[in-house]
């Protein structure tokens, strides 16, 4: 009876929290409890039972998207696809990437506060983002010509845009980080 009562809230709280509220309901859980999250959002998208060792990444198209984003509405993010990142030392989500259809106005949809400074800023993962290097220590550069990238802090969560202009289909991707998710998998792998 409780197992089903745990379910239910968690249901109900996807409609009621807000953007990012939602967002960490997923970081920390393990595979089984994050395909359970993802199988609450109506006509859910078959999943694999189990992650793969190779990638430690879950991709959802736009059902599973809407589950870990809301519905798609004006206002909010609309993702073609995400792909849920599992650190792989604890298989716990430490990530989310999205893949959006549409411009996003990251402060106005995850109430953030003013961007970093991209170069003094150091990113909590080594992204992939078009045109980004990483040196020995882990500060990043972004070449000459390339799309900038945007990030933001709040509290223990890492937003990270970079607009895509090479495809008609996808107008950018945001990556979403648990700091102390992350930090406790680059721990697990030292």
């Not at 859910?44 to 990638?55: H, V």
């Not at 106005?105 to 970093?116: C, G, M, R």
């Amino acid at each position: 009876m409780m197992h089903v009562l745990y379910h239910f809230m968690a249901l109900a709280l996807l409609f009621q929290q807000s953007e990012l509220e939602r967002l960490r309901m997923f970081f920390g859980r393990n595979f089984a409890e994050t395909v359970q999250l993802l199988k609450k959002q109506p006509s859910a998208e078959t999943l694999p039972e189990k992650l793969s060792s190779d990638t430690f990444i879950l991709p959802v198209g736009p059902n599973g998207s809407a589950a870990v984003f809301g519905s798609p509405a004006p206002g909010r993010l609309i993702a073609l696809q995400t792909n849920i990142v599992f650190c792989p030392g604890t298989e716990r989500v430490m990530a989310l990437q999205a893949l959006t259809t549409a411009p996003v106005n990251i402060q106005e949809v995850f109430k953030t506060p003013d961007s970093l400074k991209f170069d003094t800023h150091r990113p909590a993962l080594q992204y992939r983002l078009r045109g980004v290097t990483y040196t020995d220590d882990g500060q990043w550069k972004l070449e000459a010509g390339e799309e900038p990238v945007s990030v933001w802090n709040v509290d223990n969560i890492e937003i990270v845009f970079q607009p895509i202009t090479t495809s008609p289909e996808i107008q950018g991707q945001i990556w979403f980080v648990d700091k102390i998710v992350s930090n406790e998998c680059a721990s697990k792998a030292k």
